[in-house]
Structure formats: structure tokens, C-alpha cells
């Protein structure tokens, strides 16, 4: 317990050492804010506070760390571009029909550079071939499309 306290810098690197392996294996970032309240308590020892006042400054630092600074963290890690893999890449472009679609009759267009069995997202449309439409949502090897104003020169 001496050592301890003649030591007291060197046990908060200690201890912010330890928190912050542990807190590789953990990943949830609150291990990581109780280190950097370790190393605040590590700078107190070092300039020559009371124990009382490094603990009370480390716990204050963890908890600012922990209320302020990581939920930013956990935002900024959990926002990230969408990702869409498979045919589901394919909803929401724009590509040309082959051969006519109509409500009773599945025709063919051309999207992602293959050609797709195509409906009319509403059945009583008639999609002539050449139009461009859009992919509203996709059924099993099925697209269902819906056409696309153009504007003409």
C-alpha cells in the first residue's frame, strides 16, 4: 500500500494501461473514456494533488468522457454510407424497356447491364419499348417498374 502511494502516477498509467487493453477486446468505447479519466488522474498525481482530489478528477474526467464525448463517437461510428448488395442495387435507377410491359404480359428491360423480366408497378399501365423507367421494387428475378417523364428538345 506504500508503494502505492509513492507510486501514485505510475498506478494511473497502470490502471489507464490496463483499461485501455481491455478495452480492445470489448470495443463499446466506455473502457476507453474510464482510461482517459485514469490519465487525468496520472497528470494530478504528477503535479502533486492529494489522493482525494486525483480520484475526484479522474472520476469527474470519466464521466464528462462518458456522458459528452462518447455518444459522438458511437454516432459518427454507427453513420456510414447505406449498403446495398445483390439486386437490391438495382431499385431506384433508371433503365430502358426492350420489349412492351403491360399489366397481364411481363416484358424485358435492360438494367445493371442484364436483362430483367419487367411488370408495371401499376398494373394497368402499357410501357412501350424505348421508354425509360424506373425500378420501384424487385420480386425474385421480376423488376417492377414504373415510367419516367423525359423531357424532349
Known amino acids: 500500500m506504500d508503494w502505492i502511494r509513492d507510486h501514485l502516477w505510475e498506478t494511473w498509467l497502470a490502471l489507464s ?12 468505447l466506455i473502457l476507453a473514456m474510464l482510461a482517459a479519466g485514469a490519465v487525468i488522474g496520472m497528470v494530478a498525481a504528477l503535479i502533486g494533488l492529494p489522493v482525494v ?17 462518447r455518444p459522438a463517437f458511437i454516432k459518427r461510428l454507427h453513420a456510414g454510407p447505406e449498403l446495398s448488395l445483390g439486386h437490391g ?6 433503365c430502358m424497356v426492350t420489349e412492351e410491359i403491360t ?10 447491364g442484364e436483362t430483367w423480366t419487367a411488370l408495371p408497378y ?3 399501365l402499357r410501357i412501350a419499348p424505348g421508354e425509360t423507367v424506373e425500378i420501384l421494387q424487385i420480386k425474385g428475378a421480376t423488376a417492377y417498374v414504373h415510367p419516367v417523364a423525359t423531357l424532349e428538345s
Open 89 to 94: 442495387k438495382l431499385v431506384g435507377t433508371r
Open 122 to 124: 401499376d398494373e394497368n
Open 53 to 69: 482530489a486525483q480520484i475526484l478528477l479522474a472520476l469527474a474526467a470519466s464521466v464528462a468522457a462518458l456522458s459528452l464525448v
Open 17 to 28: 494501461i490496463a483499461l485501455g487493453v481491455a478495452e480492445m477486446f470489448s470495443l463499446d
Open 103 to 112: 399489366g397481364l404480359n411481363a416484358g424485358r428491360i435492360k438494367a445493371g
